[in-house]
């Protein structure tokens, strides 16, 4: 079946907010044998109008979001009524509940918000549970003079829209669609090496394999390695792609590389500190954003000017005199100086040029040295050169700082 999802809103065009719909709508059909064919956003107004207009001879499934509220551009259940010859009619149930809604929540009663309970003629409602822009699913052809596919009204925020679509939207489709032979996706989290190396190292032999589709996504210090396919061909692309790419796999959920840490430092009852110079503290804010990091992670410090280093690290001035703040001792002096300080069992340290000045022809800009502190070895530092903008030079050194520490712990 040929499934469409549109999103609405000025907003989204206007870049204020960012679109979280495709990747979720995409995994969420995925089980039922049914792939996004198109996407398309379109800013309020009658650009609605004329997409749907379009879409509706073309798709077969068709997901539409936003526009449910109840503010003047508002206005997709209004169109959607319109083109399929639908009365609106209030409900009464739902007005009542609105009602209830808003005076629990102390917020003032306007006409306007009436307009939610507004509901096409033979459309079946979507309960909003988490907001109230409530869903609706009008069926195939809901009209019999008008040509139309399986139109899914959907609210714009993802968690409203999520909840919904996993608890009122999926028993839908299954209801109206053939699950076909079993379809298998793996994902495999690769980092430390480049997208065109992944390729190199796995690609002809997998695309070898037939009836196995293969994908590719880079981002800063990831790849994602994405294999579709029936059950036994996506066994043998399992193989291929474990045996080549072996530890560098960090994950194959949608695990970030933090939230792998979190787990294996928990498992292993160890705990972690930073010494922070050029990411800026950015290790510490993607380490406190999983949830339970606070059984692992003791502290960090981002010392970012010399003194601070001094005064907080301990490292020793001469160091930074002789080798430069960017320099394997001063990283090495960093990581150790963390681990002292908070008796963590682990403490990682970055020091780096994030340019777009500061560097020299022995340290180019891009130069960032990595330091693992840790009991009874020595410090392991290593040198990396990641020349690019600032903020992606900091996500690049992160993932290595963050990959140098969980290969030390699955040894």
């Not at 919904?164 to 430390?192: C, D, H, N, T, W």
């Not at 009852?269 to 949830?291: D, I, M, Q």
């Not at 001063?330 to 990581?335: G, H, P, Q, S």
């Not at 693992?372 to 040198?383: G, I, N, S, Y």
């Amino acid at each position: 079946m040929r499934v469409i999802l549109l999103n609405t809103g000025t907003e989204l065009l206007l870049g204020d907010v960012q679109d979280g719909h495709l990747s979720f709508i995409a995994r969420e059909i995925f089980s039922l044998g049914l792939r996004l064919d198109e996407q398309r956003t379109v800013p309020d107004g009658a650009a609605i109008r004329d997409a749907l207009v379009e879409l509706f001879s073309r798709a077969e499934i068709l997901f539409v979001t936003g526009g449910l509220g109840p503010t003047t551009d508002d206005i997709t259940r209004d169109i959607v009524a319109d083109l399929l010859g639908l009365e609106l009619r209030q409900n009464a149930e739902l007005l009542a509940s609105l009602q209830s809604r808003l005076k629990t929540r102390g917020i003032k009663w306007t006409s306007r918000i009436a307009r939610q309970a507004d509901v096409p003629a033979g459309a079946q409602i979507l309960p909003n549970e988490n907001g109230s822009a409530l869903g609706l699913y009008l069926r195939a052809n809901i009209n019999t003079r008008i040509s139309s596919p399986h139109l899914f009204l959907l609210p714009g925020p993802p968690r409203e829209l999520q909840p919904m679509f996993r608890k009122f939207v999926s028993p839908i489709l299954r209801s109206i669609v053939q699950v076909p032979e079993s379809i298998e996706r793996r994902l495999y989290k690769i980092a430390g090496i480049g997208e065109s190396i992944v390729e190199e190292m796995i690609g002809e032999k997998v695309l070898a394999i037939p009836g196995i589709e293969l994908g590719y996504c880079a981002r800063p210090g990831e790849v994602d390695v994405r294999i579709l396919g029936k059950p036994d061909a996506v066994a043998r692309g399992d193989l291929v792609i474990r045996g080549e790419l072996g530890l560098s796999i960090f994950s194959t959920s949608d695990e970030s590389l933090e939230e792998v840490l979190v787990k294996l430092l928990s498992e292993r009852k160890k705990t972690l500190a930073l010494a922070e110079s050029c990411t800026g503290g950015l290790l510490a804010h993607r380490l406190t954003n999983v949830p339970g990091a606070s059984a692992v992670f003791r502290a960090a410090c981002v010392a970012y000017a010399n003194a601070a280093k001094i005064d907080n690290l301990n490292v020793d001035p001469k160091l930074i005199e002789k080798h430069g703040a960017v320099s394997e001792p001063v990283a090495r002096a960093m990581a150790e100086g963390a681990r002292a300080r908070t008796r963590s069992t682990y403490a990682l340290a970055t020091t780096g040029i994030a340019g777009p000045t500061g560097g020299s022809e022995e340290k180019p800009v891009g130069t960032v040295y990595i330091a693992l502190a840790f009991a009874d070895q020595e410090t392991m530092v290593k040198r990396f050169f990641f020349p690019s903008d600032r903020e992606t030079f900091k996500q690049l050194t992160a993932q290595a700082a963050f990959d140098l520490l969980r290969r030390k712990l699955i040894r």
